[in-house]
């Protein structure tokens, strides 16, 4: 008899176990991103970034990777992995950056890249969010007398290949029936010494780089950054498609950063906010509220690793492109409701 | 007679072909389901299609029109351009410093030897950089452009040479000049009443040159303008620097080989020409060199395809060559990664396969004929 019961008992823990995991695997089963996954047993995310431009992305003066694309990687890591140091950055070059991404190599690219209609739609690859707004500006040097881009028909100008620039230098020039001579450098440093040697006029790359190469000529003095931007230059992130899930972890952590300084969250005032804060708004930002992270396959306090390891937005913009560093105004990178683009979809 | 192979090599032969051609078909077959998986898909349709970028330096004619497959054609030409001029400076450069290696002055031959030194031992591509650089800093800006007599101009922007424009499209005196061009080889073998004309056929190439000034209608000279010197042919400081990083690296390992065919022609030639009482020079020019060229041809084959190849390093200092124009603003604006890559790699195939043929063709001309 006893052992009748037993049986009986065995088979509930058993039938509750089997309950128990259908459950467990149905929450998770809502939540199923291969790449999200592979970087968790992995422990570490696989970031590829550019190879080395001031501002976006670069090794400081300590060996360590830094810059605006890196700390939407360190942003990525902390609220994945828990730690924004569990990142291996991979320097890529324009020419190999998609052929990376689309084998795997990369978790997700982040490598001041223009988001484009062909990009999209072409390479297999999801367009993920935008962490920077420019457009192209051209640099030349002041004793030219040239204040206007309109002004530069017939001059020559150094480009880095394998960009979008070509094209819209082509396409301004023809527009503006003007004919301006470009000259394509395979990489950055032979542009800078051949900019300074004086082989070409000007040179020319999206605003936020352009700022960086004036910093690197011998005389910054000697060149004037142009009034007028002749292309929309959306830079940001791109992941593999078919990984939606992963896709929306990548665009809500720049979101998290832009909502995050649109509730006044800092790194320095976040603890004090999280212990006293009512408002309802930022009660669900720091996860205090609502389930968001668990919505996007994390846990609910990956808001907070986020600000605590990287700051929020402004923050990191005012430390690589703000007056200490290159000196770029922010321009279309403002909060939308300070004049900008920076805007977030509702945290609701 | 060389022996038949048995019927069961040649069987093994086939079935290795079959399986090389299986594995292929394979990984084609992978790359196109991969592709398809991320809606990508396998073609070459995109060299049709509008190029709309501004290539700086071209041969034939080139506007933002143009499609990429004429893009393709403007930078190989680039490429070859640099080639040919790198693969004839490499070989006079090689044969002199060889030929100085092995002088009996201690001056000579030791700077022949640090030359070689230096040279074969850096990397290619520093050397190119360095070469612009130099030519970069050494060059006067636009505006204060240096004039050579002649209409040329000098400046960090190029070499501007004076362009003679000919007359009305349709003018046949060009082609007759060719001609006449064409035809000088064959009046120098032609013989009248048993008699060559030899030297007389010298005459030839003058009446074309004659004819072709006919036709030149005005002289467009170099001018500063604005920015830039504009008219006349503009040589850019890039293709001169290419130039050079190519010409001396290669001649460099020119210089071994010269070296070494030349010391392995028998002493007793060399012997044999001073008891004849030829002088140094004579014994060089007629006996030894002779027979140091056949052996010379085979590694020189070699140098000629390495440099054809390292023209693509123009790509760091802005030349517009292939691997900068093709594989890089084509395959970025149109994504056609492995296209592009197939494409670049079969057109240094084609052009290393007829410099190899070209170069064996020669090889057989002068090889000793076993008798």
Redesign the interface.
Known sequence: MSGVILKFLGCCTVLSCLVGFAGEARAQSTIKSPTLEAVKQRGQLNCGVDTGMPGYAFQNSSGQWDGLDVALCRAVAAAVLGDPDKVKYVGLT??VR??VL?SGEIDMLIRDTTLTF??NT???LNEAVINFYTGETFMVRKN?NVAHVKE?????I?VI????L??D???Y??ANHVK????????PE??F??AN???C?GYTDDGGSVAAARSGMQHPDDWVILPEVISREPLGAFV??GDEPWSNIVKWTHYAMVEAEALDISQSNLDEVKKTTTEPEARKFLGLEGDFGKMLGLDNDWSYRIVKSVGNYGEVYDRYFGPKALGLPRGLNELWNHGGLQYVLAWQ | MTRRPSRRATAGQWLLLLAVVAVVWALLRSAGHNLAQRNMSLGFGFLGDQAGFDIPFHLVSWTTFDTYGRALLVCSLNALLVSVMGVVASTALGLLIGVMRLSANWLVRNTAVAFIELIRNTPQLVQIVFWYAAVLQALPSARQSLAVPGGILLNIRGLYLPRMITGPDGSFLPWLAMLVLAGTPFAWRLRIRDARIGVKALLLPLLAAALFLADVDRIEWPALKGFNVAGGIGLPPELVALWAGLSIYSAAFIAEIVRSSIQAVPRGQQEAALSLGLKPRQRLLLIVLPQALRLMVPPLTSQYLNLIKNSSLGAAIAYPEIFEIFAGTVLNQSGREIETIIIVMAIFLVINLLTSALMNWYNRRVALVGR
């Open positions: 324009s020419k998609f052929t689309q062909t990009r072409q390479l297999g030219l530069l028909d017939g001059a020559t150094c290949t394998g960009t979008t070509e094209r230098i082509a396409d020039g023809r301006i001579n470009t000259l394509l450098f395979d990489r032979e542009a010494a051949a040697a004086g082989r006029d593999r498609q």
